[in-house]
């Protein structure tokens, strides 16, 4: 079966630095990865979405990358703020059905 | 902006209760999802439906049915409640037919609790 993992520790980093996330995935070769955030108590929301065929997206602050060898996607917060502290999903698509990883928060301190 | 709406934030139940939770969305999207979200274990797919009265099985749809009677509705029902199906549960959408650009939209969840 699908397997996908993110590092289930917090990630506390301090303002202005940079973020990066890690999701990891084995067993099938899916056509594009995406990203979601989730604050507490309510959905994940989409944040961006990235192909096979691509090695880096970029949106704002954010940027993806997808190492479809290494079955790997790294997700960077670059000038990171407090704002953006919550947990972050990735998240592949399998026929129309999107299998999630475990998430990972992360906390950006002032 | 699409809306996922669902029915109930919270909910309290007795074990062996039927429960029913509704969602609706307003963007006329084929596909909709139910998830549940334990600390750990992330979004597990229970049920999937790629059109009105169509299901697909999702990853643990043990203990759990769905039905699809209308586009825009997609109820989870427990038949008979079990105090292991505490979790909060999650509702999504996807239009079905953006290929490579689909994603989810995503209700706010019903946060279940089975006494």
């Known amino acids: 079966s699908q397997k996908i993992e993110q590092n289930s520790e917090a990630l506390n980093i301090q303002e202005g630095k940079t973020a990066t996330l890690t999701c990891n995935y084995t067993n099938y070769s899916p056509a594009y990865l995406q990203w979601y955030r989730q604050d507490p108590g309510r959905g994940p929301v989409f944040l961006l979405l990235i192909r096979e065929n691509e090695k880096e997206k970029r949106k704002e602050r954010l940027k993806v990358t997808f190492d479809t060898t290494l079955k790997q996607s790294l997700f960077h917060i670059t000038a990171s703020q407090p704002a953006d502290s919550a947990t972050y999903l990735c998240a592949l698509d399998n026929f129309n059905k999107f299998y999630f990883g475990s998430g990972t928060k992360l906390n950006v301190k002032p | 902006d699409v809306k996922v709406t669902q029915s109930s934030r919270y909910l309290v139940k007795r074990t062996g209760e039927k429960v029913f939770l509704e969602c609706v969305q307003d963007?006329?999207?084929?596909?909709m999802f139910w998830y549940r979200q334990d600390p750990g274990l992330g979004l597990r797919l229970i049920y999937f439906?790629?059109?009105?009265?169509?299901?697909e099985k999702g990853d643990i749809p043990e203990g759990y049915s769905v039905s699809r009677e209308k586009k825009e509705r997609f109820s989870l029902i427990l038949e008979s409640a079990s105090t292991n199906q505490t979790s909060m549960y999650l509702c999504?959408?996807?239009?079905?037919?953006?290929?490579?650009?689909?994603?989810?939209?995503f209700g706010s969840g019903t946060q279940l609790s089975v006494l």
């Open positions: 439906s790629y059109d009105v009265k169509m299901k």
């Open positions: 999504a959408s996807s239009r079905g037919s953006d290929g490579a650009n689909e994603k989810l939209f």
């Open positions: 963007m006329d999207h084929e596909n």
